[in-house]
């Protein structure tokens, strides 16, 4: 059972920094797709950064881009969203999530629609202040 935990929420002024942890267990990391979402009150959930299974390469939303970077970690099986530069806007709980999918995708479009991950996080609350 694949499983899938946060860490790293909490409450940040404007301009501030954080950064979200995702722990694997029950599947090797490098077998998965990763992706971070996130979910505003009365806003759709919505794609932040997702990554190559090398962590070469990074694709985020341009929302986020400059300020957000995503990388993996495979021998911790962790993956991470380190978030710069925070604004009010950045406010939502963020989800991380994996996918079974690794081959035969195209990187990194398929990878933004959050309906096809197959896992998720329980999901952490960043609150930015103004």
């Known amino acids: 059972q694949v499983q899938l935990v946060e860490s790293g929420g909490g409450l940040v002024q404007t301009g501030g920094s954080l950064r979200l942890a995702c722990t694997v267990s029950?599947?090797?990391?490098?077998?998965?797709?990763l992706g971070w979402f996130r979910q505003a009150p009365g806003k759709e959930r919505e794609f932040v950064a997702t990554?190559?299974?090398?962590?070469?390469?990074?694709h985020g939303a341009d929302s986020v881009k400059d300020r957000f970077t995503m990388s993996r970690d495979n021998a911790k099986n962790t993956f991470y969203l380190q978030m710069f530069r925070l604004i009010p806007e950045d406010t939502a709980v963020y989800y991380c999530?994996?996918?079974?999918?690794?081959?035969?995708?195209?990187?990194?479009?398929?990878?933004?629609?959050?309906?096809?991950?197959?896992?998720w996080g329980q999901g952490t609350q960043v609150t930015v202040s103004s």
């Open positions: 990554i190559t299974g090398s962590g070469r390469s990074t």
């Open positions: 999530a994996a996918t079974n999918a690794v081959y035969g995708r195209s990187w990194p479009t398929w990878y933004t629609d959050w309906d096809r991950y197959n896992y």
């Open positions: 029950g599947r090797s990391l490098s077998s998965l797709g």
